[in-house]
């Protein structure tokens, strides 16, 4: 008998819906043409970017010449912290602690190379502190870069906020939006944002393509050098079929959120409910409403985080004990460290995403075999504590 499969990991990746597959398919076969080129291939291959490129500029009001073709939010990241940084005087940065690993690394790497780098506080919730962020731009810095909702515990952040800062201060500012889009209403626009980061299969488009969102008169340094793609800006083969997917998901992604976010919250709500109704001392990590609406990170007090999520995986049950780009390591999450909960709760946190297939009964199975898996592992476990 074929084991039950549970996939509740939806933050770390979805799967290629089919209406954006289907769109991608002539590009791998019939007009698989190079964007670059000049004969007929070429210009059906740019007439598709084109396409993709007004439908995401659609998702936040950009306009379409604003949106670079990336191989996803990291590149994305790296690349307008770099090409900011490196087109400013000042040799200040900011970015809040709980950043994504890609946007830590870069920071890191850039205090190396001489820059220096700040790091805006969160309270328990994880939202950022405006008090420190204020203090922080009493003086120049060449960026402000803040997430629009947190990859691990799902809080989303006041943008307009921080936004409105950033510009009576003359900073410009830069937010990952890549757990937001299709989730959080982001007008570029109107919320008066400098750059902007995505990816594309974190919204049911495929892997390996992305888009940095620069508004028009902001000078950003190149990050990769050799031809001239986009508008000479990121050298090499854009990838057309990638791009074609993720414009078609983006698309859907608006189309579907009045529809798809109200019913997955719904549920999101249910499983915390039950999670705090059936096991003690299980603390639920990040903003309780102002958060994902299919984000779910609880710590269990007395468990290892690792060891749950291997029980779970035993059961079918895919969940992540933090980001995607971190959960293969043992280290404690520095979004969870930098909210101020404890180590010992810190060692047992797990997240749960939820996803468009996502039924009840899905929860109820998760449930059923978190409590059996928290509550054998307790029975086992040399880490006392229940705070």
């Not at 791009?243 to 992604?253: L, Q």
């Not at 709760?345 to 998760?366: A, M």
Request: hydrophobic share 40%; glycine share 10%; charged share 20%.
């Amino acid at each position: 008998m074929r084991k039950r499969r549970v996939y509740l990991d939806n933050a770390a990746t979805t799967y290629v819906c089919g209406e954006s597959l289907q769109a991608m398919m002539p590009y791998f076969t019939t007009d698989y043409g190079n964007a670059a080129s000049a004969h007929g291939f070429g210009r059906d291959a740019e007439k598709a970017l084109a396409r993709a490129r007004e439908q995401i500029a659609k998702t936040i009001n950009a306009d379409p010449g604003e949106i670079y073709f990336t191989s996803g939010a990291t590149e994305a990241n790296n690349w307008i912290l770099r090409g900011l940084a490196q087109n400013h005087t000042s040799k200040r940065i900011i970015v809040s602690a709980i950043e994504h690993p890609c946007i830590m690394e870069t920071c890191a790497q850039l205090e190396k190379e001489g820059f220096k780098v700040e790091y805006v506080k969160v309270d328990r919730d994880g939202i950022i502190q405006v008090s420190d962020l204020l203090a922080k731009l009493a003086k120049p810095a060449a960026v402000v870069s803040i997430m629009t909702a947190n990859n691990e515990v799902g809080t989303i952040q006041f943008l307009n906020t921080v936004a409105n800062l950033c510009r009576e201060k003359g900073t410009l500012f830069h937010t990952d939006a890549t757990q937001a889009i299709g989730s959080v209403f982001i007008d570029v626009k109107e919320m008066k944002i400098d750059a902007l980061s995505m990816s594309g299969h974190k919204i049911y488009g495929p892997k390996g393509i992305g888009a940095l969102y620069i508004k028009n008169g902001v000078k950003v340094a190149k990050l990769m050098y050799g031809g001239h793609q986009e508008r000479g800006l990121r050298a090499g083969t854009v990838n057309v079929a990638g791009a074609v997917g993720f414009g078609v998901a983006a698309e859907i992604a608006m189309r579907d959120a009045t529809i798809n976010n109200p019913r997955v919250k719904g549920l999101r709500d249910y499983m915390i409910t039950q999670i705090e109704q059936k096991i003690e001392h299980a603390h639920l990590n990040g903003h309780r409403s102002q958060r994902l609406p299919n984000n779910v990170n609880f710590s269990f007090a007395g468990v290892e985080g690792e060891a749950v999520l291997m029980m779970l995986d035993m059961a079918g049950i895919a969940v992540s004990t933090g980001s995607a780009c971190t959960s293969g390591t043992l280290a404690r999450s520095h979004v969870i460290a930098a909210m101020g909960v404890s180590e010992v709760l810190n060692q047992g946190s797990i997240r749960f995403s939820l996803g468009r297939n996502t039924t009840k009964d899905d929860i109820d199975y998760t449930v059923n075999e978190l409590v059996k898996a928290v509550k054998k592992l307790r029975s086992i476990s040399a880490i006392r504590g229940d705070k």
